[in-house]
């Protein structure tokens, strides 16, 4: 179809190749209702994919899972990307891949990975990850990758558990060679929602933890990028989450279904198309769960007349439906919505006892740790 003028094309795909993964960690993205092996997409389906991505003017791919390693074609998936022209980074926990699979990948032209911790200390680490040994196994991946000459960022997302240690994380990532590391506190929808009273840290401990990686920061200047994605639930004003619903970027799930947003299936009546039915572009520029937060015109008040509705976007839309039961509300953590005060009493709630057990996410197998 012949693009609108005025909308934009995407630049990045996410590729969730799959939603296996070995790990439990209680903050997972993934749906509540996750895509079963068998109805995975096939190999040839992805490349054909990946192939429309590129005639749409993509440039980043993101393959990511669950637990990306955990599909056998990953090596042909990366090859067909790269013969498309398109840059691709590997999303992982580490787990499924070693040295000779790693070396298969680079020799297919994989051009980056980024590897998620849980934690700069293995005992705690391995409890969140719900996977004894994982710290170990992490350390192990990030080495074969260095070695192979990939570059590597290391991804961290913090929570009650961990928020003492996110400096202490960007020196681990330092240690493990990483070119770049992103500290990404924690988004409560999903099962991170389920453990949100687990989760959430304090005002202050999250204040303490901004200051020390934005003081890190100006200190490894020069030797690492740190990206910084502040705790939604402390701040002033919302973040332009993906940079604007249907923007920039889009999601393709294990299935096929293309969303707007890694969490776009928790708002309901939205219809999200397939690429088993219909082609990349025609769901980029036509399909409706991509047309109904796009631009402004969807906007309530106080959004609507709002001087930051551009920057913003109004915020996130999954958000505002996790809090307020309506995705067109303003998105609550900004200090301007009338719904605020519904951050402001979970914050209140969540760190004013102690921290409950976890629930962990379990897609397969894995050592329990206790």
Request: with cysteine; proline share 6%; aromatic share 6%.
């Amino acid at each position: 179809m012949n693009a609108p003028a005025n909308i934009p094309r995407p630049v990045g795909l996410l590729a969730e190749l799959t939603h296996r993964c070995p790990l439990g960690c209680p903050y997972c993205s993934n749906p509540l209702e996750l895509e079963s092996r068998a109805e995975e997409l096939d190999t040839a389906t992805w490349q054909r994919v990946f192939s429309e991505a590129a005639e749409l003017g993509i440039i980043h791919i993101h393959l990511s899972g669950g637990e990306p390693a955990s599909r056998r074609d990953l090596v042909e998936i990366v090859a067909h990307c790269a013969k498309a022209g398109l840059y691709t980074n590997l999303i992982t926990s580490g787990i499924g891949l070693n040295e000779e699979r790693v070396a298969e990948l680079s020799r297919a032209r994989l051009d980056h990975v980024q590897l998620s911790i849980q934690d700069s200390e293995a005992e705690s680490a391995d409890r969140i990850a719900g996977y004894e040994g994982a710290y170990a196994r992490k350390r192990d991946v990030a080495r074969s990758v260095t070695e192979a000459g990939l570059p590597l960022t290391v991804n961290a997302v913090i929570h009650r558990a961990n928020v003492a240690r996110a400096g202490a994380m960007v020196k681990l990532a330092i240690e493990l060679g990483a070119k770049r590391v992103e500290i990404a506190h924690t988004q409560y929808y999903g099962w991170a929602k389920t453990n949100r009273a687990a989760l959430l840290p304090s005002r202050a401990d999250a204040e303490r933890a901004i200051a020390e990686v934005e003081a890190l920061r100006e200190e490894h200047k020069g030797v690492i990028v740190i990206d910084h994605v502040i705790p939604d639930y402390h701040a002033h004003y919302p973040k332009a989450c993906m940079g604007g619903w249907a923007r920039r970027t889009l999601n393709v799930t294990p299935t096929g279904k293309v969303l707007p947003c890694h969490a776009a299936e928790t708002i309901p009546g939205l219809e999200f198309w397939s690429v088993r039915e219909h082609a990349l572009a025609d769901i980029w520029y036509a399909s409706p769960a991509f047309q109904a937060f796009r631009g402004t015109d969807w906007m309530v008040e106080p959004c609507r007349s709002c001087p930051r509705k551009e920057i913003d976007f109004g915020g996130c839309r999954c958000q505002a439906m996790a809090i307020t039961g309506d995705a067109r509300n303003a998105d609550p953590v900004c200090h301007l919505s009338p719904h605020h005060y519904r951050v402001e009493a979970i914050v209140s709630e969540n760190t004013a006892k102690a921290a409950p057990d976890y629930v962990y996410r379990r897609m397969q197998r894995a050592p329990a740790v206790v």
